[in-house]
């Protein structure tokens, strides 16, 4: 997983990049390149929907909560559990279902850029629709299934004695 975020953290950086270019071009050189903004823009797409997964591996996703930093661990996971299958599941699976034929027809017509000189990858791009919640279905369903770690349950009845 770690390999995973070092590629994210280098797609992040190119998108740097090609916005400082695109800066630098146009207001230095008074030069647009269409190609240059789309490919940050793709960048930072790429960074945001495929990093979900890694957020989620690292517990670092936005969780809106009142209680549930004071919960025991076996708690959070008891809750991590049900809210994966009952909320995470269903919306992913609903996303997939909702976005495939958008990115079929996409795929079918190679949909390129809508602007003059764009980049003629848009369907490529329209594929991070369907990379994002079939990644995450994969992650969350190999980890919903796999067995507990011995050591986080030590820790659970540590925390419990305490």
């Given at each position: 997983m770690e390999?995973?975020?070092a590629m994210l953290g280098w797609i992040t950086f190119s998108m740097v990049l090609f916005s400082f270019v695109t800066v630098v071009s146009r207001n230095v050189f008074n030069v647009v390149w269409i190609p240059?903004?789309?490919?940050a823009i793709y960048c930072h797409a790429t960074a945001l929907m495929l990093g979900m997964v890694y957020a989620w591996h690292h517990d670092k996703h936005v969780r809106?909560?009142?209680?549930?930093?004071?919960?025991?661990?076996?708690?959070?996971?008891?809750?991590?559990f049900w809210g994966t299958l009952l909320l995470l599941i269903p919306m992913m699976g609903f996303v997939v279902w909702s976005c495939f034929q958008y990115v079929m027809d996409a795929w079918l017509?190679?949909?390129?850029?809508?602007?003059?000189?764009?980049?003629?990858l848009m369907f490529l791009f329209k594929t991070l629709?369907?990379?994002?919640?079939?990644?995450?279905?994969?992650?969350?369903?190999?980890s919903l299934f796999k067995k507990p770690n011995t050591a986080d349950d030590k820790d659970d009845h540590h925390e419990a004695a305490n």
């Open positions: 390999k995973y975020g240059v903004q789309e490919l809106v909560d009142v209680f549930y930093q004071s919960y025991s661990s076996h708690k959070k996971s008891r809750l991590n017509r190679l949909e390129g850029s809508g602007e003059t000189g764009g980049l003629p629709l369907l990379l994002m919640p079939l990644s995450m279905l994969a992650y969350v369903l190999v």
